[in-house]
C-alpha cells in the first residue's frame, strides 16, 4: 500500500510515499483513482476560471466599436447582395476572414462614387472614396459577425486599388482614405499591412476599390 495525504510536496521514506506527517493508506489503484479525480478537478477549475475572466472581459468591452462609430458620425450600410459567382466573405481557419474588393457609396445620394483620379476627380475625393469603401467593408463586417465588431482583433491586411490617370502617382494617399478609417474605429487593432495600386479602369467607372483581412477572437 501506499501513504499518501494532500500536501504538495511528495517524496520517498521506506519504500512509501509520503505527501506529509498527516498520512492515510491506500492501495495502489485507490491511490491512482485519487490522484486522477483531484487532477481533473484541478484541471476544471482553472477551465472554468479562464472562461469567466474571457466572458467578463467581452462584457466590459460589448459596444465599444459601435460607440466609436456614433462618436464619427458613422451609420454603417446594409451590404448589397453580390453581383456575381462569389461571397462578400470567406471564414478561414475559423478567425481569419477575408473580405472581397467593395465599393464607394456616396451615402447622401445612394449613387457610386465615380470618376478617374487626376482628371474628374481630385486627391481628396479619392480619398473620401476609399473611406466610402471602407465603411461599406464595416457593413459586411457587422453582418457576418452578428453586430459584434469589439470581435475584431486586427485589420491584418488592406488593398486599395485607384481609378486613376498614367501619370497619377498618389495612390497611396487616395488609400489613407480607408486605412485612416480604419485607424479611427479600432486604433492600435486598425494598423495593418498594405498594398495602394493604381489602375487605368475599374468596374462601373468607380474612382476605387478597396479589400482586406480581419482577424476576429478564436
Not at 466572458?55 to 456614433?70: D, P, V, W
Not at 481557419?93 to 465615380?114: A, K, Q, R, S
Amino acid at each position: 500500500s501506499f501513504q499518501v495525504d494532500f500536501f504538495f510536496f511528495p517524496f520517498k521514506k521506506n519504500h512509501h510515499w509520503i505527501m506529509s506527517s498527516t498520512t492515510s493508506s491506500f492501495t495502489t489503484s485507490a491511490s491512482l483513482v485519487m490522484f486522477g479525480a483531484l487532477a481533473s478537478t484541478a484541471i476544471m477549475t482553472i477551465r472554468q476560471t479562464s472562461k469567466q475572466k474571457k466572458k467578463s472581459t467581452t462584457n466590459n468591452t460589448a459596444g465599444m466599436i459601435q460607440a466609436q462609430l456614433r462618436k464619427l458620425g458613422i451609420t454603417l450600410p446594409i451590404p448589397p447582395t453580390p453581383k456575381g459567382n462569389y461571397v462578400s466573405c470567406v471564414r478561414q481557419g475559423g478567425n481569419v476572414l477575408y473580405i472581397c474588393g467593395h465599393i464607394p457609396t456616396n451615402f447622401e445620394t445612394g449613387d457610386l462614387i465615380t470618376g478617374k483620379v487626376g482628371k474628374d476627380l481630385t486627391v481628396e475625393e479619392g480619398y473620401e472614396s476609399a473611406r466610402a469603401c471602407a465603411i461599406n467593408i464595416l457593413g459586411t463586417l457587422a453582418v457576418e459577425l452578428n453586430g459584434n465588431l469589439d470581435c475584431i482583433t486586427r485589420i491584418v491586411k488592406v488593398v486599395g486599388f485607384v481609378n486613376c490617370t498614367d501619370d497619377f502617382a498618389q495612390q497611396p494617399a487616395v488609400i489613407n482614405g480607408a486605412s485612416d478609417l480604419f485607424g479611427e474605429v479600432f486604433g492600435e487593432k486598425g494598423k495593418h499591412a498594405r498594398s495602394a495600386v493604381g489602375t487605368n479602369s475599374l468596374p462601373l467607372n468607380i474612382a476605387t476599390e478597396v479589400e482586406c483581412v480581419v482577424e476576429i477572437e478564436d
